[in-house]
């Protein structure tokens, strides 16, 4: 308790934020969320690192419900420099041309833990953020759309996030990128209190790719996958044919039902994979950790 006391009274102090963070280490966690948003997902990045939390019915293999399609609530913690309210400046056309990051996007309001905020709510109502400069140049955001009591909501979240440190971990043992690939993404989705999909994502060298060239993980509660229907060592598989997903089915250690999956984001990856037939074999070489449904025995990425 006593640690946690102080990476929150750390966060309270900070005053210099990182021109960028380890993907594979946590920046925050939150103390609030509606407790209705029960699917979250958890993306460390070099920019940024976010939290996305929706409902059960907003998740796009169970369909939408009425009245609460689209819900969703997005934490941001940006970098030295990295805008955090992009998607607002990229969705509502009155904010195009505002500059980022340095112009805050709304009006101002009561500080977030004696940090200057302000608050933004879209023409037609349907999206808000309360943002805040939590150190010099660097800015942090509660995002929302649809989210009913948005004032409130966010405010409540924001006041609860919490600076963290801790390492974040997969249910599988990790499996070597080519040769000079660097960790650039670690995505770590969470549905109704059990994993739902883990995966890391790896830049390959001289590439400018955004968001890495290729992706290597698991995803449970997947019956098969798009792609050629093959196999690999007598498992069932599928196969991308160049850039797309590979998936292998039976992965060892894990329940009916889970796949482990190469992403091949862009042309990059997959010669740096060796081909398609190589992006099939990284995928089969996935093995879980000895129990996957027991976070302490996970792996750092």
């Given at each position: 308790m006593g640690a946690m006391r102080e990476q929150e009274n750390n966060w309270c102090r900070t005053t210099?934020?990182?021109?960028?963070?380890?993907?594979?280490?946590?920046?925050?966690?939150?103390?609030?969320?509606?407790?209705?948003?029960?699917?979250?997902?958890?993306?460390?990045?070099r920019g940024e690192h976010s939290?996305?939390?929706?409902?059960?019915?907003?998740?796009?293999?169970?369909?939408?419900?009425?009245?609460?399609?689209?819900?969703?609530?997005?934490?941001?913690v940006g970098a030295?420099?990295?805008?955090?309210?992009?998607?607002?400046?990229?969705?509502?056309?009155?904010?195009?041309?505002?500059?980022p990051p340095s112009t805050p996007i709304g009006v101002a309001v009561a500080p977030?833990?004696?940090?200057?905020?302000?608050?933004?709510?879209?023409?037609?109502?349907?999206?808000a953020a309360l943002s805040w400069r939590y150190?010099?140049?660097?800015?942090?955001?509660?995002?929302?759309?649809?989210?009913?009591?948005?004032?409130?909501?966010?405010?409540?979240?924001?006041?609860?996030?919490?600076?963290d440190d801790r390492p974040l971990t997969a249910p599988f043992r990790r499996v070597p990128p080519p040769v000079g690939c660097r960790l650039e993404r670690v995505v770590v989705e969470r549905r109704d209190d059990r994993w739902h999909r883990v995966s890391s994502g790896?830049?390959?060298?001289?590439?400018?790719?955004?968001?890495?060239?290729?992706?290597?993980?698991?995803?449970?509660?997947?019956a098969g996958g798009e792609g050629n229907a093959t196999t690999v060592d007598g498992r069932p598989a599928w196969s991308a044919d160049g850039p797309g997903t590979y998936r292998v089915g039976w992965v060892p250690g894990a329940a009916p039902g889970t796949v482990a999956e190469v992403?091949?984001?862009?042309?990059?990856?997959?010669?740096?994979?060796?081909?398609s037939a190589a992006a099939l074999a990284l995928a089969a070489r996935v093995m879980m950790v000895a129990d996957p449904d027991d976070e302490a025995g996970w792996r750092p990425f």
């Open positions: 210099e934020a990182p021109p960028e963070f380890e993907p594979g280490r946590r920046v925050f966690r939150l103390s609030w969320l509606p407790g209705e948003l029960t699917h979250l997902t958890y993306t460390g990045q939290l996305t939390a929706l409902p059960p019915a907003a998740t796009p293999d169970r369909g939408t419900g009425p009245g609460r399609a689209h819900r969703v609530v997005t934490v941001t030295r420099g990295v805008d955090v309210c992009r998607p607002l400046r990229e969705w509502d056309p009155e904010l195009t041309g505002s500059a977030v833990r004696d940090r200057p905020a302000y608050r933004y709510v879209s023409p037609d109502g349907s999206r150190a010099h140049d660097a800015w942090a955001a509660v995002l929302s759309t649809n989210q009913p009591e948005s004032a409130r909501v966010l405010r409540q979240i924001a006041e609860g996030l919490v600076g790896y830049l390959v060298p001289g590439s400018r790719s955004p968001y890495g060239d290729l992706t290597v993980g698991v995803t449970r509660d997947r992403g091949v984001l862009t042309r990059h990856g997959l010669t740096a994979l060796g081909g």
